[in-house]
């Protein structure tokens, strides 16, 4: 059976589900792909991803994938979506949305507390690699193919519903949330600059409002 790929969209709470499968799914049987030499990387992709030479990313995709068939891992979880990989199971496949201009906010504040930027607000928003950052990280995937997708705003639903529908005991915890006093210091953009935000992450408005969309049908036939 492929294992369960959670395509992790940053700032969504997804850490907090990657905490809830270390205490689901045994340590060798979790594959997950964060960056170079992140302690949360599996030592097989990073040393594939960032040391070994000579492999293009088309290989690296086919290896992590043999792995994943080879080890029988059961949970795999990474900001570079599953869909690339030849494994990949859109039916056994999840993945949770956020409100875009929330999660550009979160984004930056983020990026802001690990000093991976000093730019302004209006600054990093006109970056583009700070744009549509939900739809590059879902990637080729297929919002309407994949088993189970949600919105951040029914977190503790969607949780519930991801353990109906895989037999699993994931918890609703919240792992990674910003304190009262972090929130009250984060930018407080007008109405305005909120707009010019959804604007320039067009492709993320669409995303999140297809996904709100299929969990509204989801809930419905649930009730």
């Known amino acids: 059976m492929a294992p369960l790929f959670f395509l992790h969209i940053p700032k969504t709470a997804g850490t907090s589900l990657r905490y809830s499968a270390h205490e689901v799914f045994p340590k060798e049987k979790i594959f997950m792909l964060y960056g170079k030499d992140s302690p949360t990387t599996h030592p097989f992709a990073n040393e594939l991803m960032y040391y070994r030479q000579g492999v293009g990313i088309g290989e690296q995709l086919r290896l992590i994938s043999d792995y994943l068939v080879e080890h029988e ?49 209006e600054e990093f928003i006109e970056e583009p690699r700070n744009q549509n950052v939900q739809t590059h990280s879902f990637g080729s995937a297929d919002l309407e193919r994949i088993a189970l997708v949600g919105i951040l705003e029914e977190y503790e639903a ?34 305005a600059l909120r707009a010019y935000i959804e604007r320039l992450n067009g492709s993320d408005m669409d995303l999140y409002r297809r996904a709100a969309s299929r969990w509204s049908v989801l809930a419905r036939a649930a009730a």
């Open 73 to 121: 891992i059961a949970f795999y979880s990474s900001h570079m979506s599953a869909a690339y990989l030849p494994c990949f199971d859109p039916g056994r496949a999840f993945s949770l949305f956020r409100s875009p201009c929330e999660q550009v906010l979160s984004y930056y504040v983020f990026q802001k507390r690990h000093g991976r930027t000093s730019q302004s607000l």
């Open 158 to 191: 969607f949780v519930a519903r991801l353990n109906r529908r895989f037999g699993l005991s994931f918890k609703s915890v919240h792992k990674n949330a910003r304190s009262l006093a972090s929130r009250l210091a984060g930018p407080k953009p007008s109405p």
